[in-house]
């Protein structure tokens, strides 16, 4: 089965987490001149496990459209299910709907042919209805913010903006030790080794490199090093 990740074991930037949450939160109240929710950043630095794992933190229901499947998988039906995705939302708050890739799903107008400009429609006027019904929570995440239809990012939709940079070094310590929790014993000195090793990396890159070094580790019987870091980035290709 897959792997939940809760909130409380994401490492992120904690202002961006508190930001993530208030928003979230004036949302479902329906408070403090409520406004959906831009997630953006490079491929890697965990934009989707942060949208993902919201749902569980404020104990609602979580609801999903993925950009990049949203035209193959509904097939001439995309404008009807993103509606009736919404309206899943809304029967079921409190309620968070995260739009995954963004850009495929609305984008800029001069990518869009008949057919996406009515997708678009369907979502502006879903988005609009959410925030002023209240109890659903909407976060929109994408790799390349500026593929966006601006309509649907300006203030009064997707008007909060947030942005995951790659990991600073205190962000890093904190996914090395979440990641090795009970799975092995890391010494202060290992850590401090890895985090001055992996600057540059995304939170991603990180997590799957020492999930691979700690199981080589094991299966040789060895205590674990830098170098298995290093070595665990070869799976990730």
């Given at each position: 089965p897959p792997i939940t990740i809760v909130w409380e074991d994401i490492a992120q930037e904690r202002r961006i987490m508190d930001a993530v949450d208030k928003a979230a939160r004036d949302q479902i109240a329906k408070a403090n001149g409520r406004q959906a929710i831009l997630i953006h950043g490079a491929p890697g630095t965990g934009k989707t496990t942060l949208a993902n794992s919201l749902a569980g933190h404020l104990n609602a229901n979580f609801v999903s459209i993925e950009g990049l499947g949203v035209f193959n998988q509904w097939l001439g039906e995309s404008e009807q299910a993103i509606r009736a995705t919404f309206r899943?939302?809304?029967?079921?708050?409190?309620?968070?709907?995260?739009?995954?890739?963004?850009?495929?799903?609305?984008?800029?107008?001069?990518?869009?042919?008949?057919?996406?400009e009515r997708i678009k429609s369907a979502l502006l006027s879903s988005v609009d209805r959410a925030l002023a019904e209240g109890g659903i929570a909407v976060i929109g995440v994408t790799s390349k913010p500026s593929l966006v239809d601006p309509r649907l990012i300006r203030p009064g939709r997707l008007g909060i903006h947030l942005e995951l940079k790659l990991p600073r070094p205190e962000v890093r310590a904190d996914l090395v030790r979440r990641v090795a929790d009970d799975q092995v014993e890391l010494q202060d000195a290992l850590v401090e080794k890895i985090v001055a090793g992996t600057e540059g990396w995304t939170n991603v890159e990180i997590a799957t490199a020492l999930g691979n070094a700690i199981d080589a580790a094991h299966r040789e019987g060895r205590e674990l090093s830098l170098a298995d870091m290093v070595a665990g980035t070869r799976k990730l290709t």
């Amino acid at each position: 089965p897959p792997i939940t990740i809760v909130w409380e074991d994401i490492a992120q930037e904690r202002r961006i987490m508190d930001a993530v949450d208030k928003a979230a939160r004036d949302q479902i109240a329906k408070a403090n001149g409520r406004q959906a929710i831009l997630i953006h950043g490079a491929p890697g630095t965990g934009k989707t496990t942060l949208a993902n794992s919201l749902a569980g933190h404020l104990n609602a229901n979580f609801v999903s459209i993925e950009g990049l499947g949203v035209f193959n998988q509904w097939l001439g039906e995309s404008e009807q299910a993103i509606r009736a995705t919404f309206r899943r939302a809304s029967e079921v708050k409190p309620s968070v709907v995260v739009l995954d890739h963004l850009e495929a799903i609305a984008p800029v107008a001069e990518s869009s042919d008949a057919a996406g400009e009515r997708i678009k429609s369907a979502l502006l006027s879903s988005v609009d209805r959410a925030l002023a019904e209240g109890g659903i929570a909407v976060i929109g995440v994408t790799s390349k913010p500026s593929l966006v239809d601006p309509r649907l990012i300006r203030p009064g939709r997707l008007g909060i903006h947030l942005e995951l940079k790659l990991p600073r070094p205190e962000v890093r310590a904190d996914l090395v030790r979440r990641v090795a929790d009970d799975q092995v014993e890391l010494q202060d000195a290992l850590v401090e080794k890895i985090v001055a090793g992996t600057e540059g990396w995304t939170n991603v890159e990180i997590a799957t490199a020492l999930g691979n070094a700690i199981d080589a580790a094991h299966r040789e019987g060895r205590e674990l090093s830098l170098a298995d870091m290093v070595a665990g980035t070869r799976k990730l290709t």
